[in-house]
Nanobody, 126 residues
Framework: QVQLVESGGGLVPAGDSARLSCVVS????????MAWFRQAPGKEREFVAA????????YYDDSVKGRSAISRDNGKATVYLQINTLRREDTAVYFC???????????????????WGQGTQVTVSS
């Protein structure tokens, strides 16, 4: 059974950076496309960033484009999300997700992902 465990959240001052990690176990990590989504209180889960199984293709939502980076280490079965210049509106629970199918050319949607982690809270303080 594939399991995803996120870490790296916490209370972060506005303007600082956060680096989230997601360790995948129980599957063949290098065959999965990986993504990060987030959900703020009272809002729907939204896409943040994704990376293809090879790492050659990345996707970013406009809200984080230019100040974030998604990466993966297939040897460690881990995907990372670095967000810089954090804003209060980045406050959310961040979820890691894995997809067994290749991603398309458009920004990925939640229904494309098969396995989800429990999430890690990121709170940006002013």
């Amino acid at each position: 059974q594939v399991q995803l465990v996120e870490s790296g959240g916490g209370l972060v001052p506005a303007g600082d950076s956060a680096r989230l990690s997601c360790v995948v176990s129980g599957g063949i990590f290098m065959t999965y496309a990986m993504a990060w989504f987030r959900q703020a209180p009272g809002k729907e889960r939204e896409f943040v960033a994704a990376i293809s199984w090879s790492g050659q293709t990345t996707y970013y939502d406009d809200s984080v484009k230019g100040r974030s980076a998604i990466s993966r280490d297939n040897g460690k079965a881990t995907v990372y999300l670095q967000i810089n210049t954090l804003r209060r509106e980045d406050t959310a629970v961040y979820f890691c997700a894995a997809a067994t199918k290749n991603l398309g050319v458009e920004l990925p949607k939640t229904e494309e992902f098969d396995v989800w982690g429990q999430g890690t809270q990121v709170t940006v303080s002013s």
